[in-house]
């Protein structure tokens, strides 16, 4: 089975005791819809199971009313895909879901991982099965392999990790959020009056009227639930290694990364190039 490369998606997740969040998934995804329109899908949880829809197309193909009608529950977690190699197939589509010794969790990933034809050949030679060519379901494996509680388990699977990665996972009462320690791709939190939400871009939480609170820092893990909000080291900062393309390219330029306004960083951008060919 090939590897394939996940470049640049787009992660969401809500967590809103009182309120259906499949429409407002629904609005995050297509807020982010610039990072990833090969598939979509997201997760939902009603406190009792975590009920999933996906499919390789555009977000307002994907989830029809229908659809969204069938995804009852108050959190959730979303994905919009994008890659550069590989098929564009069902399975590849995120978030996935499975049952584990943690109960069913759902998990969503943006980035690529520069370790992960070592950990393919690692886990499969003890015994992992893969059912799809995605950097989502080594961490998944990795996961599996440990013990202690789910936010143990992550943190054990992040360590193992090389590269590129922001995570949001979802259990049936946890909405959770990782970064990388290098900060190489965004993540950030937001709050409503009746919840908080996680996007890789500050545009996501706008359009749903979300206050952003503060992007996660590299080598942070978030845990959202009906106690509030708290965070949880698990990397140091040793240094940070922003992808700049996210500020030429990636993100939408009414978004915010590392408190600086997307677009006006372009027009700088664009003024040093012009200095320069007149220089």
Avoid: W
């Amino acid at each position: 089975m090939k590897h394939e490369i996940n470049e640049e998606c787009g992660v969401f997740g809500i967590f809103c005791p009182e309120v259906e969040v499949a429409p407002l998934t629904y609005l995050g995804l297509f807020s982010l819809q610039h990072r990833g329109q090969e598939s979509s899908g997201m997760a939902v949880t009603d406190g009792r199971q975590l009920r999933l829809h996906k499919g390789t197309d555009l977000v307002q193909k994907v989830f029809s009313e229908e659809a969204l009608d069938s995804l009852k529950g108050s959190a959730a977690i979303g994905h919009v895909r994008y890659s550069t190699t590989g098929s564009n197939l069902l399975e590849n589509a995120q978030p996935l879901v499975v049952d584990s010794v943690f109960g069913q969790v759902a998990l969503a990933h943006n980035g690529n991982l520069t370790n992960s034809a070592q950990l393919r050949s690692r886990l499969t030679a003890s015994g992992s099965v893969f059912t799809t060519t995605t950097d989502t379901e080594l961490i998944v494996n990795l996961m599996a392999q440990q013990k202690g509680d789910l936010e143990t388990a992550l943190v054990a699977a992040a360590q193992q990790l090389d590269g590129a990665f922001a995570l949001v996972a979802l259990t049936r009462d946890r909405l959770l959020g990782l970064r990388d320690p290098l900060g190489f791709r965004p993540l950030v939190l937001g709050a409503r009056a009746d919840g908080y939400i996680l996007a890789s871009e500050s545009c996501a939480l706008s359009n749903l009227g979300a206050e952003v609170l503060r992007e996660i820092e590299p080598g942070e893990m978030v845990i959202i639930d009906r106690e509030g909000v708290r965070f949880r080291r698990y990397a140091e900062r040793e240094r940070e290694a922003f992808c700049v393309f996210e500020y030429v390219y990636f993100a939408r330029p009414d978004s915010e990364l590392l408190d600086q306004s997307v677009h006006q960083v372009r027009k700088r951008i664009g003024r040093a190039r012009a200095n320069k060919k007149r220089a």
